[in-house]
């Protein structure tokens, strides 16, 4: 390691510091903090979301970065050093055109929006949460102008998120998803009666559902010296630095299935967070106009681990083949009596809901979808926010053929707007597509995955992951290191295959 | 709210924030972090003090500190603005005098040292910890020569954590406590018979000992809104704002006492935290040469407190006349024969013994006492770190009588000094002085408070302190606010003359 490399490293290290402590306040905001911490805490966070701008952006930091690229400049592309230097000058440019005041205010609106959300969604009250999104919008859009020139508004917003991706990419991917998706979820819905999941509608205790999360993330890999899972309103998952990667779930005492997809969910995103090479460990990584404390490729990287283990290996026949007999030990009189493949096909119902965490496999996407092509609306300015419930119920009409009774359950159920995470929502449906792409991959390097799940062997898949994915952490971009591992291009059709196989099975689809 | 005041606070609120999630940090190090965690942690801290050290002595830290001087300077100097403006001038001059490579240093340092002890003391290596321990000595020679001229190099060590006091006090005030307190020792340990705490050394239901003691402060007036309390391994109490003041504690599932006194003594700790001044709220203070997100009068007014609901209230017969029946219900078995008079005598046994925390009433400043000899020592330069061992165990001889077998239970048992808090013991001994001051002269102001206490009655008791102590934060100096309230120069006379009397009734002294 060069000196000048090694002086970025340490001013990175410090804005690293910075975005980490955040991450703690954050995952404290949801656990454990009391009540009255909310105001000093909206305070903590703005400043060091500011700090650690201010500190990145500042003149010793190009310089510092300038030298270690003249320093890295003969290496392998392919080394650490490069790759750390190549995603820094990356973020740093995007960062410099952003004066430190717009962080600031962006930080501080997204408190007060994020505190009107909370208030506005349990009384269905758009009109109180409307000057927010307008604030929120009003900042997206002074952002998009520090991007100019630019293809589209929408693709600095994405970038952020993914770096490298644009809107036309997704517009067209989201096109073969619905052509194929649509159609599927309406052939299920006709053959609805063929799935009966009652016996998972009944109690089961809060505990030992809490237990078998923790046995199953466990075995998979996830590290508990490293991490812990705590109880949250809202399951997420939060890395403060390699060494320390926490998740949170929550148990529903009168229905099976939600607590063990969630954790095995976030322990997908946890272990790509532990998984990521020592040597690119505290180093901040841009993420939606914020710096943050980890170094992934991007959020449907991120989003590709997660639903990997929650649903290719979660919702799987080679899984349970491997866990429902200690399940049905766990739960004798819940599950004694129902045989193994009634319960594989009882987790996979499809069922059109009007709530996207609620949603299953093979609708989730419908509701990516529908707020993609809203948010896109918003940005390109067909679409004023006074207007937005209106478009949120014709769009869910038309994707899932429902109309939501009121907006709790409709353009309000979502806390991402408030917080300024517009350009964020494909990531969730690019990462289901990615999950299966290097699944296909998956499946040609280890010929034999389904027979070690089936197992309960977990041991070749995660080294897998950790060797294509996990340990190169934000090294290169994430549509460079989907191509580097698959040889393609984002593609849905492994995803399309995937999802057209396993439900026409289950429901006995032509 | 002039404007320059304004822009003062604004700066102030920034620094604040920093050492305010440091403070989170610091209470999820010892509650709830993965061991994973440590070696980021460590990293982050420290950046989280050096940065907090750099605004707070920018150029425009000490513009913006100037401008609000002239601007509040024709306002009553009672007033929150001058007392706000004063405590940073003072804290502002101090860390100015420190460059900031040294804080940097120190906290790294610091965390070595406190790895280091963490290993040692349960091996009861001293040697191990040897070179550590000079290390930090060494830094805090170099701290100390940052503030001469002084009367003495203790000084400046005692100033950090007791603005204002030097050595010549405190030295006084010891030896008015060691001619008192070290026969009073001797008399009681010579009718140790007369005392027995057999049956609060049975088990005890841990969840209900956790319990009782949140019944507790939940009474005396501990917010729970604003705080919560979590086990660790240590009892303390974490103000990060006056909205989210946190208190820790352990139970000893063998023995009823500690759990509930420790709840006790942090609640008097966070009551004091969550009873400053909003207007007080978000300005940092300097406590031993760092910058901490609360804004107190010093650390014996703090514990002043802590001591006073610990031990004025918690071990007080007028107390126990209001819990009592109620403890006995929750522990028929243990103590539904014991009567009040034998369980208060039996809370407020005497022992002589090795561990301070482990200390009562009676003998706890003796404790304290053989500490603060042995620092003067180290930092006059008249004892070698080589030597600490052997200085420790004869004082211990000294002022308690006994031999500390090994050095687990002798110079390792403390974390202050691997941490750098060095000057920090006596502020122990001073909280339980001013403790007994403030309790005389509360008496007087509320003739009838033990007689409210006996009922169960806390609110004029934390009333009255709430106007005297509490609200004030940090505007005064501690002994100008000790002065300010009862009129009198720090004392030991009303400490002893408490002790005295409360043991010589126990123990049936002359």
């Known amino acids: 390691m060069g000196p000048h490399f090694g002086k970025l490293r340490e001013l990175a290290g410090r804005v690293f510091d910075l975005a980490s402590a955040a991450g703690l306040l954050g995952w404290d905001m949801q656990t454990y903090m009391p009540p009255g911490g909310a105001d000093g805490r909206a305070h903590a966070l703005a400043t060091l979301a500011s700090l650690a701008h201010e500190l990145f952006v500042r003149d010793d930091f190009g310089e510092a970065l300038e030298a270690a690229e003249e320093e890295v400049k003969d290496l392998d592309p392919d080394s650490d050093e490069a790759g750390i230097v190549a995603r820094l000058r990356q973020d740093f440019d995007k960062s410099r055109r952003v004066p430190s005041e717009w962080v600031a205010e962006s930080v501080r609106t997204a408190g007060l929006a994020f505190n009107a959300w909370v208030k506005a969604r349990p009384a269905s009250d758009f009109p109180a949460f409307q000057p927010h999104i307008e604030k929120v919008l009003e900042l997206k859009r002074a952002y998009i102008s520090f991007f100019e020139p630019y293809d589209s508004p929408y693709d600095p917003l994405l970038d952020d998120f993914e770096p490298g991706l644009k809107l036309a990419t997704v517009r067209g991917i989201f096109s073969e998803l619905r ?157 004694g009596d129902i045989k193994l493949d009634a319960f594989y096909r009882a987790i996979n119902k499809v069922e059109r809901s009007l709530i996207r965490v609620e949603a299953d496999e093979a609708t989730y996407n419908l509701h990516i979808m529908l707020r993609f092509e809203i948010e896109t609306e918003l940005i390109g300015g067909n679409l004023s926010v006074a207007d937005l419930p209106q478009a949120w119920n014709s769009k869910t009409e038309e994707y899932l053929g429902l109309t939501p009774p009121d907006d709790r359950r409709g353009v309000l159920q979502d806390v991402h707007w408030s917080v300024g995470y517009i350009g964020y929502f494909p990531t969730y449906a690019l990462g289901n597509i990615i999950a299966a792409q290097l699944w296909q991959k998956l499946s040609t390097d280890l010929p034999d995955i389904e027979a070690q799940i089936s197992r309960g062997n977990f041991t070749e898949l995660i080294g897998w992951l950790h060797k294509n994915v996990h340990r190169h952490g934000g090294k290169y971009k994430p549509m460079d290191l989907l191509k580097r591992i698959t040889g393609q291009e984002l593609s849905a059709a492994p995803y399309l295959e995937y999802l057209t196989d396993k439900y026409s099975e289950i429901y006995g689809l032509s």
């Open 179 to 335: 052509e194929v998706q649509v159609p599927l979820v309406q052939a299920i819905s006709e053959r609805s009666e063929a799935v009966d999941d009652s016996f998972l509608r009944v109690p089961y205790d809060e505990s030992a559902q809490w237990d078998f999360g923790l046995e199953v993330i466990r075995d998979i890999g996830y590290d508990f010296e490293r991490g812990r899972q705590d109880k949250a309103p809202h399951p997420f998952s939060t890395a403060l630095n390699r060494g320390d990667v926490r998740i949170t779930n929550r148990v529903n005492p009168n229905r099976f299935g939600p607590a063990l997809f969630g954790s095995m969910h976030e322990a997908g995103h946890a272990i790509y967070s532990q998984g990521i090479a020592p040597a690119l460990d505290r180093i901040p990584s841009l993420s939606g106009s914020t710096l943050e404390g980890s170094h992934d490729a991007s959020l449907a990287m991120h989003e590709s681990q997660s639903r990997m283990l929650e649903n290719l290996v979660g919702r799987s026949r080679a899984f349970w083949s491997a866990y429902y007999p200690r399940l049905q030990s766990v739960f004798p009189e819940q599950l």
